[in-house]
């Protein structure tokens, strides 16, 4: 079974740095990219950074672009995101989902992050 | 990066059919054939029900279907049921390892 747990959120200061980490089990972890999104309380996705199988190809949304940064470690099958400078409008849910195909099939169930003084 | 343009509610009875429209650009939703539909109940993760414009994940019924002209993507839900009522968000690849959401699609059954 396909299993992705989320885990590092929590509360930071505004200007704070925070890294997430989702472990993967159920499948082979280095054959697959992977993504981060994220959905602040109430609204919509937003698609924030992605990985490819070899971390040859990363992607970021434009909001976060120049302070997160997403990494992979295929020995551990764990993937990162670490988000520097963070914002008040950073705080949301953040899911990580594996990739396949420029679609995402599996989920995460997500932790908050809340960036508040 | 603009978001996917998604109408905020759509609703219909009970064995009706429904549909939501996704309108992107040139750079994305018209670009490529890489639109995906994510159903999403409250409190819950999202779950893939459409990939590739118009081809179903294993388990999703029938009654969810998808199209794409132009630079619009569109998911039709027939025969409508209570548990279809959540968030419908669009997808597409954007090229360059980056993807982008459509704002979310109500969806109630009245």
Not at chain 1, 28 to 44: C, E, I, M, S
Not at chain 2, 26 to 36: E, K, L, P, T
Request: hydrophobic letters at 35%.
């Amino acid at each position: 079974e396909v299993q992705l747990v989320e885990s590092g959120g929590g509360v930071v200061r505004p200007g704070g740095s925070l890294r997430l980490s989702c472990v993967a089990s159920g499948f082979t972890f280095g054959d697959y990219g992977l993504t981060w999104v994220r959905q602040a309380p109430g609204k919509g996705l937003e698609w924030v950074s992605a990985i490819n199988w070899n971390a040859n190809s990363q992607g970021y949304a434009d909001s976060v672009r120049g302070r997160f940064t997403i990494s992979r470690d295929n020995i551990r099958n764990t993937l990162y995101l670490q988000m520097n400078s963070l914002r008040a409008e950073d705080t949301a849910f953040y899911y990580c989902a594996r990739v396949f195909h420029e679609l995402f099939n599996y989920w995460g169930q997500g932790m908050l992050v809340t960036v508040s003084s | 990066q603009s978001a996917l343009t998604q109408p905020r509610s759509v609703s219909g009875s009970p064995g009706q059919s429904v549909t939501i429209s996704c309108t992107g650009t040139r750079s994305d939703v018209g670009a490529y054939n890489f639109v995906s539909w994510y159903q999403q109940h409250p409190g819950k993760a999202p779950k893939l029900m459409i990939f590739d414009v118009n081809r179903r994940p294993t388990g999703v019924p029938d009654r969810f279907s998808g199209s794409k002209s132009g630079n619009t993507a569109s998911l039709i839900i027939s025969g409508l049921q209570a548990d279809d009522e959540a968030d419908y968000y669009c997808c597409s690849y954007a090229d360059r390892y980056t993807w982008v959401f459509g704002g979310g699609t109500k969806v109630s059954v009245l």
